[in-house]
C-alpha cells in the first residue's frame, strides 16, 4: 500500500507521527486553500494505522423511561407534554418487561432516557412518583438502573443533570 502523501509538508509530519507547529496547526485549520477533505483524509489514516478498521458497538435497548421535562430547550424533539399522544411514563413492570426482552435479544446495554426532573413542574410527575413510592426522578432512574442490571444489562443514562436528592 503507497503512503498518502499531501501537497502541504505539516499534513506530512502529521502522518509521519511528528509534531507540527501551532502556526502550522493554525494554517492547516483556517488557510482556504487547505480543504477538510484533506483533513479528514489525515484523520481516517491514522486512525487506520492505530486502531484498524474493525467496527464495534454495543446492542442496546431504548427506556422512554419518562419524557416530560422542567426545561423548553428550542431544539428538543423529546420532550412531551400532559395529554400527547408519544407522552411516556414507564412503570417498574414496564421497564422489567423491556429489559427482559432485550436481554433476550442479547442486547448488552440499556439507554435510560428521561426528562430534566419532571417532578419539578408537573404536578402529574410528582405523584406518578409519589404512587411508586418515589419522590425523583433521580431516584426512580436508580431504580431502574438496578431492575436492568437483575437482568445482565448495563444501565447508561441520559438524563440531563441529576443530584443526590
Known amino acids: 500500500m503507497s503512503r498518502l502523501e499531501f501537497d502541504f509538508e505539516p499534513l506530512n509530519q502529521v502522518l509521519d507521527g511528528k509534531e507540527i507547529t501551532k502556526d502550522d496547526a493554525y494554517e492547516v485549520f483556517s488557510h482556504s486553500k487547505y480543504n477538510s477533505e ?4 489525515v484523520a481516517s ?5 492505530h486502531k484498524g478498521k474493525a467496527v464495534s458497538f454495543s446492542k442496546k435497548a431504548f427506556f422512554n423511561i419518562v419524557n416530560l421535562c422542567r426545561d423548553t430547550c428550542s431544539y428538543c424533539t423529546y420532550k412531551a407534554e400532559i395529554g400527547e399522544s408519544k407522552l411516556s411514563m414507564m412503570n417498574l413492570g414496564d421497564v ?3 429489559a427482559k426482552s432485550a436481554a433476550k435479544l442479547r442486547c448488552v446495554e440499556a439507554l435510560l432516557v428521561t426528562g430534566e426532573s419532571p417532578e419539578q413542574k408537573y404536578d402529574e410527575a410528582a405523584k406518578w412518583l409519589s404512587k411508586n413510592g418515589l419522590s425523583s ?5 436508580a431504580h431502574c438502573s438496578e431492575l436492568v442490571l437483575d437482568e445482565g444489562l448495563f444501565p447508561h443514562t441520559n438524563a440531563g443533570n441529576l443530584n443526590k436528592s
Open 137 to 141: 426522578t433521580g431516584e426512580y432512574l
Open 38 to 41: 484533506k483533513i479528514f483524509k
Open 45 to 49: 489514516n491514522l486512525r487506520d494505522m
Open 96 to 98: 422489567k418487561k423491556l
